[in-house]
T-cell receptor, first 113, second 112 residues
């Protein structure tokens, strides 16, 4: 069965620290991967996506993610976090003929000022 | 342009009552999705509409849940005989074909 795993449930960082949130997927064949962010009190917003091509994708607000097929991973990174990055981050994927997203369990990021 | 809108933003109901949740997708988007976000289950897919095709209902948790999409635009998710475990945030998303899904603000449902 298709699945997406996020192993970090809660990450606490100080401002200016570097961030890496893990995401692993189990899909066969072609896969499209996404990172969504949910700021407190707001709706899900797309951070970045990978469909094909360059495995290093850049998104909004300085975030990037690298698709590593051999590791079934799509980790999210940011070199220097800000207090305003405090939010919940969801990795999601879709594969084959299925169009609905399968989400990971989410990672709550808290950035301390 | 306008994003996905959902109404009501909050709904409190009594156990056993029926509720209807509405979603207005982004204009021109042919695909519409319903998801549920709850503490215990995370984000779960419920149902998916694509154009005039039969909807994919594979995520609906029981036959108390149903959805329709009229005129290829607005969608209504109906929960009959609500139970306390139905309490969750119900999210709607739309997309253009196979592209990225854009989410609405959700309807927070509380069943007492």
């Amino acid at each position: 069965a298709q699945s997406v795993s996020q192993h970090n449930h809660h990450v606490i960082l100080s401002e200016a620290a570097s961030l890496e949130l893990g995401c692993n997927y189990s899909y066969g064949g072609t896969v499209n991967l996404f990172w969504y962010v949910q700021y407190p009190g707001q709706h899900l917003q797309l951070l970045l996506k990978y469909f094909s091509g360059d495995p290093l994708v850049k998104g909004i607000k300085g975030f990037e993610a690298e698709f590593i097929k051999s590791k079934f991973s799509f980790n999210l990174r940011k070199p220097s976090v800000q207090w305003s990055d405090t939010a919940e981050y969801f990795c999601a994927g879709v594969s084959g003929s299925a169009r609905q997203l399968t989400f990971g369990s989410g990672t709550q990021l808290t950035v301390l000022p | 342009g306008a994003g996905v809108s959902q109404s009501p933003s909050n709904k409190v109901t009594e156990k056993g009552k029926d509720v209807e949740l509405r979603c207005d997708p982004i204009s021109g988007h042919t695909a519409l999705y319903w998801y549920r976000q709850s503490l215990g289950q995370g984000l779960e897919f419920l149902i998916y509409f694509q154009g005039n095709s039969a909807p994919d209902k594979s995520g609906l948790p029981s036959d108390r849940f149903s959805a329709e999409r009229t005129g290829g635009s607005v969608s209504t998710l109906t929960i009959q005989r609500t139970q306390q475990e139905d309490s969750a945030v119900y999210l709607c998303a739309s997309s253009s074909g196979w592209e990225t899904q854009y989410f609405g603000p959700g309807t927070r449902l509380l069943v007492l």
